[in-house]
């Protein structure tokens, strides 16, 4: 690589702390640098640093973890920036492990920068001394300087790399201090540095060095040898795997035999780097002035009852924030599509009705839809943000996880389970705070049949005109089973779909801190431009074929293709006790949870409309014109018994996710596979609840 100055450090490879020498090779043509470090190190803010809004954020291929890649210029070179998932360690216990050693090993980065926090040093080391043993050239950056030196805390950088002979910054992200430390680094990186590496040898004794030669012999490649020989010895499945597939049977029984006589290489191998990491930091001028007393806030804020009531005002008060902050822009926006759309269709409707009514109900309302979402869902991320920047989003799931771990779900499950309570759309896309990717699939798929505002303005209504005085016993019923639903579907998933060893929630809680407002800015910047490609046109399609579906081929619901195919599948209704109207407007719940009771009133007889537009009209406009259809008693003549209400009802609450929520669920995923298994899986749910709930109502009515 060019440098910019002489680079005069390295391990001499006879230190105390050093088993030998990793030699790197040349580096050629533009930069790719990959950036590294552990969660709640401020990695994301030193790659918002650099990159600044020449981001882009996608998922990894065939994965469903985020992607975040960017450029910057550097001396003439285009710094190609790839923020790898943040992780403990490079030990293959999930896909965000696997993702940034893959990465590292596979693609070959220019530089790897590994981001440490410097009022956490012996801890977040712990990374270093894993990327150590690959050959790539390293540059150590001690992050949050500022939040160490309140502590009292003082790290000599030089001292540290002369030690390791890696190129070390003391930097703060947060105030852009030690940014052009940074680039000189990245610049000046030396390609033949020797770096300090733990003694393995030493902590394994005289089974990593036949390890060692066994590999050599059989002339492994793929992997460092002594990363690969360490991950033998510590048990690593997917190295294991891979070094067997390459060997002679011999040599698998050489190896199988080794590993046996290592016992606890797992505890072996950390206890390895943790001496390593204390022989490095040990005099390196490390001074504590103070022990830093914990946050009174936190004395309430992380007590079990009081602090769980504190969190769950913040995040409902926070989500009214959002809508608050949102509506001077998206109300004026809304009004005025829906003005167009009343200008359009008087001038088209004379012209030609079905020019009217696609424009109108099929197009205006799904881009008018879809930028209301934009907007919410803009303000929904600034609020998430501001938590994640000021330090309280670590704290919300601190508190949670107890609660949501005995459903099988992540402590920061909760924030998309209250979002999907406003809207499953918010829900699905708020799985993206969730660090594993494991658990944020397995909060994704019960996301869903979280009720939201609409559905339960729509079951609370439905309940109350069928069943009266019991409606809120049923209503209770509906939440009891819910509970229980989404514990046996994490249960079934982790189980069989997801399987892998259930992890407590590891993480510290990071200090207070005024929110890096560029951070939260750039935040809301990649979460509402991913929604606009990844959801704002699947919503608009979505309002658009619901459109299609109900107009042609005669003008009205009664007699669409939509009804036809209802009358079709009858027969799969009746397993539920529904006849040919419930299980239409069952259908329709599918495509828009608010189009429900305006279908109903339609198909049912109240006065609303004949024409399709009643799909889309508001849930406060369907409530008045059923009430005033005087719709309760008519369906009290339309012999639907009250085994078959209850059916309606619990088929309805745990119907099929609409199709909005449906399009994010594969933008967020970009897995058909995934989509089409959370449809079936909803499709199947549907049946079985609104059968047993069918089955049930004969027994008590």
């Not at 790839?82 to 530089?111: C, K, M, W």
Request: proline letters at 4%; aromatic letters at 10%; hydrophobic letters at 50%.
């Amino acid at each position: 690589m060019k440098a910019s100055s002489q680079y005069t450090g390295g391990c001499p490879g006879n230190c105390s702390c050093c088993e030998g020498k990793t030699n790197i090779g040349s580096i050629k043509g533009d930069l790719t640098i990959a950036l590294v470090g552990q969660p709640n190190t401020g990695k994301s803010t030193i790659f918002n640093m650099l990159t600044g809004a020449s981001q882009h954020v996608g998922n990894w291929p065939g994965k469903t973890i985020e992607k975040k890649e960017g450029i910057f210029t550097l001396d003439g070179k285009i710094g190609h920036v790839v923020d790898l998932p943040g992780t403990y360690s490079l030990t293959a216990n999930s896909q965000e492990e696997t993702i940034a050693r893959d990465f590292i090993l596979h693609h070959t980065p220019d530089v790897v920068v590994i981001v440490v926090d410097a009022s956490q040093l012996e801890r977040t080391l712990y990374m270093v001394a894993e990327v150590v043993l690959f050959p790539v050239p390293l540059v150590i950056v001690l992050n949050k300087k500022d939040a160490a030196e309140k502590k009292g805390i003082t790290i000599d950088a030089k001292k540290l790399e002369e030690r390791t002979g890696v190129k070390t910054v003391a930097m703060s992200a947060l105030t852009g201090e030690g940014k052009d430390e940074l680039m000189e680094a990245i610049l000046s990186t030396d390609s033949d540095a020797e770096y300090c590496k733990p003694d393995l040898n030493k902590s394994f004794g005289p089974v990593y060095k036949e390890v060692l030669e066994l590999l050599r012999e059989n002339k492994i490649s793929g992997y460092p040898v002594e990363w690969a020989a360490l991950k033998l010895l510590e048990e690593d499945k997917a190295v294991v795997a891979d070094i067997k597939n390459v060997l002679d049977a011999k040599a698998r029984h050489r190896l199988g035999v080794m590993l046996k006589a290592c016992k606890r290489g797992t505890i072996t191998g950390a206890d390895a780097r943790f001496t390593w990491i204390k022989r490095l930091t040990e005099n390196s001028q490390i001074s504590e002035k103070g022990r830093v007393k914990q946050h009174r806030f936190d004395r309430l804020a992380l007590h079990p009852l009081g602090g769980t009531v504190i969190s769950l005002v913040i995040l409902v008060l926070g989500i009214i924030a959002a809508y608050i902050i949102m509506l001077p822009l998206m109300i004026p926006g809304y009004i005025l599509f829906l003005l167009a759309a009343g200008t359009l269709r008087d001038v088209l409707i004379p012209v030609s009705p079905l020019l009217g009514s696609m424009f109108c109900d099929g197009i205006l309302y799904g881009v008018s839809a879809g930028l209301v979402m934009l907007g919410f869902i803009g303000g929904v991320f600034f609020i998430l943000g501001i938590m994640e920047s000021s330090g309280y989003l670590a704290r919300l799931a601190y508190l949670f996880d107890p609660y949501m771990n005995r459903a099988g779900l992540h402590g920061k499950s909760v924030i998309p389970l209250l979002m999907g309570l406003v809207c499953n759309i918010f829900g699905v896309m708020g799985t993206r705070v969730i660090d594993s990717s494991r658990q944020r699939l397995v909060t994704l798929v019960v996301t869903p049949v979280i009720p939201c505002k609409a559905l339960l303005l729509v079951i609370g209504f439905i309940t109350a005109i069928f069943f009266g005085h019991l409606a809120v016993p049923i209503f209770l019923s509906l939440i009891v089973v819910m509970i229980a639903y989404i514990i046996m579907t994490s249960f079934f998933l982790r189980k069989y779909i997801l399987p892998g060893e259930q992890t407590g929630l590891i993480m510290e809680l990071p200090p207070y801190q005024k929110p890096i407002w560029k951070d939260v800015f750039m935040y809301v910047y990649t979460k509402v431009k991913s929604f606009w490609y990844r959801g704002f046109w699947f919503i608009t399609i979505a309002f658009f074929l619901t459109w299609a579906a109900v107009y042609f081929p005669g003008g009205s619901i009664e007699n669409s293709y939509l009804a036809a195919f209802g009358h079709t599948i009858e027969p799969l209704g009746r397993i539920m006790g529904l006849d040919w109207r419930l299980f239409i407007v069952l259908i329709i719940s599918f495509f828009s949870k608010e189009a429900t009771l305006g279908v109903m009133a339609v198909i049912f007889g109240a006065a609303v409309s004949d024409t399709v537009n009643v799909n889309f009209i508001s849930i406060d406009m369907a409530i008045w014109a059923v009430v005033n259809g005087d719709f309760g008693a008519y369906l009290a003549s339309a012999g639907i018994t009250p085994a078959s209400a209850l059916a309606f009802i619990y088929a309805v609450f745990f119907s099929l996710p609409c199709t909005g929520t449906l399009a994010i669920i594969y933008g967020e995923t970009r897995s058909y596979k995934w989509t089409a298994g959370v449809l079936c899986y909803s499709v199947v749910m549907t049946f079985l609840m609104g059968s047993l709930a069918y089955q049930a109502g004969r027994l008590i009515f």
